[in-house]
């Protein structure tokens, strides 16, 4: 169908006895960010990697508007930068444009580089980057292929507070800009809340969900309004649970 | 002072203390001859045009050993290194071969190749192809795998994986492979010199022992101290304008 992505009967398995994920079931909206949530181990990951073609998945279906998730369509943020530290950060943003004309490459790169901020560090190398910043490079490498669906592995985890709202920001702007379908992965609440539509909880192995929020707040989310709080208390609710 | 100078301090002792003791006599000069001799020995070879004879002949067969040998190395490392399946078939062979003693193979490269510079250019080659396939096998199968797999995500091929992440990420590897070559192949054009050459430094070396005179094996001794320390130096040179991405303080690249 289109505006969903359907997610049907998802299982992973990785010689273990317990399936690493499913039969897992969902359905997100396309164009909206969503969030998944759980404690380590769920699944979360392995769920985003068969979306991302990182793994195949043992069996199941998944459809994206309707049709089978393309190659050219994803593009995956990964919980480190993982950047190519031989390459400057131009260099890294272009990396997935290999097959795009020179002249129309470098727009495309010079656009993202745009939108994430970093126009001053184009030329730098990524040992001279802080994590955030490298971080934004590792977004603009995604966006810079213009993907349908954008996946995040706890991107913003491995970075101070600061900085991680300062991403999170960052991340809302791109969303905007492009209005990809955005699905992250977090096991941060306040994270969830501030940025997503549509908020499920994963528990496993094997990885199922156990809730669906869709919070109904506005943006910007003030992380200390009394509606934030409330649902956030739902949120612990269900995991404590 | 720089850490380059404070390089220098050691050696120039070393000098001082040689000629310290040839000028107390404590060793006969037919054993020892003093620094001034060894370079009035060097200074006349350069005048009477005999030192660039021996220079040229040594620097090309080790030019041409060393090109050899890398090439060989680079290829069969990339391959090995990209291709678990090939590395399980040529990986084991090779490794045998390594262990064979150097001078070990010059009997049959003579009956092979003569005792002309290709036997002598063949042995170099193999000198500076172990250290080179061996690292860039490493540098590359031991590349980060999440580096390979932002290669995966962007639906790299194969030989598009080898090119822009598995070779760029080798280099540091490679470099020191580079770098022990150069080593190895200074240590075996000298083998291949002593099993019989009318030029370069190793004849220098057999020429002097065999006419009593100690002046010029040390002489060539030091041209070879000299020839591998600028080679190498050169090399370094160029490994830290490729690496300079590296995020490392390594004073010794």
């Known amino acids: ?241 | 002072m720089r850490p380059r100078a404070l390089g220098l301090i050691l050696p120039l002792a070393l000098i001082g203390g040689w000629d310290l003791i040839c000028r107390a006599g404590w060793v006969g000069e037919n054993l020892l001859p003093s620094p001034g001799r060894v370079a009035s020995t060097i200074y006349q070879l350069a005048a009477s045009g005999e030192l660039w004879v021996h220079l040229s002949a040594t620097g090309g067969r080790m030019a041409a050993g060393f090109a050899l040998g890398v090439l060989a190395g680079t290829i069969a490392g990339a391959l090995t290194g990209a291709s678990s399946l090939l590395r399980a078939i040529i990986d084991p062979t090779i490794q045998g071969l390594r262990s064979v003693p150097s001078i070990a193979w010059v009997p049959l490269f003579i009956l092979w190749l003569g005792i002309f510079e290709l036997s002598k250019v063949m042995l170099i080659a193999v000198g500076v192809f172990f250290p080179v396939y061996l690292n860039l096998m490493l540098g590359i199968a031991h590349v980060d795998r999440k580096l390979i797999e932002v290669g995966r995500a962007h639906r790299l091929g194969r030989i598009e994986l080898v090119r822009r992440v598995l070779l760029p990420a080798a280099l540091p590897s490679y470099m020191t492979g580079l770098r022990s070559g150069l080593g190895l192949g200074w240590m075996f054009v000298v083998a291949a010199e002593l099993m019989g050459a009318s030029e370069g430094l190793g004849f220098l070396l057999v020429d002097g022992q065999q006419t009593g005179r100690p002046a010029i094996v040390i002489a060539a001794i030091l041209l070879f101290a000299l020839l591998g320390k600028l080679s190498d130096l050169g090399l370094a040179g160029i490994g830290r304008v490729v690496l300079a991405w590296q995020d490392t303080d390594r004073v010794t690249m």
């Not at chain 1, 043992?58 to 050219?72: E, M």
């Not at chain 1, 444009?97 to 970093?118: K, N, S, T, Y």
């Open chain 1, 1 to 241: 169908m289109t505006g969903l992505l359907q997610i049907e009967g998802l299982v992973k398995q990785f010689g273990g006895p317990v399936p690493v994920l499913g039969p897992l079931h969902l359905t997100l909206h396309t164009g909206c960010v969503s969030a998944v949530i759980g404690k380590s181990g769920c699944g979360k990951s392995t769920l985003l990697r068969c979306l991302g073609g990182l793994e195949q998945p043992d069996a199941g279906l998944i459809s994206f508007d309707g049709a089978p998730i393309r190659p050219d369509d994803v593009a995956i943020v990964f919980q480190e930068p993982r950047l190519m530290p031989w390459l400057t950060v131009a260099g890294n943003v272009a990396f997935g444009l290999g097959h795009v004309p020179r002249a129309q490459r470098q727009a495309q790169v010079a656009e993202v580089i745009d939108v994430v901020g970093l126009q001053d560090a184009a030329q730098k190398l990524p040992k001279q980057l802080s994590g955030g910043m490298a971080q934004r490079v590792a977004l603009a490498r995604a966006l810079a292929v213009r993907p349908r669906l954008l996946l995040l592995d706890e991107p913003f985890s491995a970075l101070d507070p600061l900085t991680r709202i300062a991403m999170q920001d960052h991340l809302l702007t791109v969303w905007r800009h492009y209005r990809p379908t955005i699905v992250f992965i977090s096991h941060d609440m306040d994270e969830a809340l501030a940025l997503a539509e549509q908020i499920v909880v994963m528990d496993g192995p094997p990885g199922r969900i156990v809730a669906e929020f869709s919070p109904c707040l506005s943006y910007p989310r003030r992380r200390t309004g009394a509606e934030f709080q409330r649902w956030r208390d739902r949120l612990v609710g269900v995991l404590g649970g």
